[in-house]
């Protein structure tokens, strides 16, 4: 078991510049695959970056492609989110959260509360 908590976020102007990071307890966090995901007021929550167990392979949704940047370490039991270039349309609560796979279509097996991310123009 895996228990997440973001942290992070907040204000921005667009584009600025902002980190999400989730912090992991639990003894199996290296064997999980990572992931955030988002989800903006009205809509669906969609898949944003994933990152594998090793940090050796990362996947982006096309919308954040070139913006934002998945990193984890395994050491200290985070990920993070560098998003960079900030549009008003990335305002949305972010979720971390773990799997064994993590991607579009594949719904994860933990998920963090959320934080709040807000683009303004």
């Known amino acids: 078991q895996v228990q997440l908590v973001e942290s992070g976020g907040g204000l921005v102007q667009a584009g600025g510049s902002v980190r999400v990071s989730c912090a992991a307890s639990?003894?199996?966090?290296?064997?999980?695959?990572m992931g955030w995901f988002r989800q903006a007021p009205g809509k669906e929550r969609e898949f944003v970056a994933a990152?594998?167990?090793?940090?050796?392979?990362?996947s982006y949704a096309d919308a954040v492609k070139g913006r934002f940047t998945i990193s984890r370490d395994n050491v200290k039991k985070t990920v993070h989110l560098q998003m960079n270039s900030l549009k008003p349309e990335d305002t949305a609560v972010y979720y971390c959260?773990?799997?064994?796979?993590?991607?579009?279509?594949?719904?994860?097996?933990?998920w963090g509360q959320g934080t709040q991310v807000t683009v303004s123009s």
């Open positions: 959260a773990a799997g064994r796979v993590i991607d579009a279509t594949t719904p994860p097996t933990h």
């Open positions: 639990g003894r199996t966090f290296s064997s999980y695959a």
């Open positions: 990152i594998n167990w090793s940090g050796g392979s990362t």
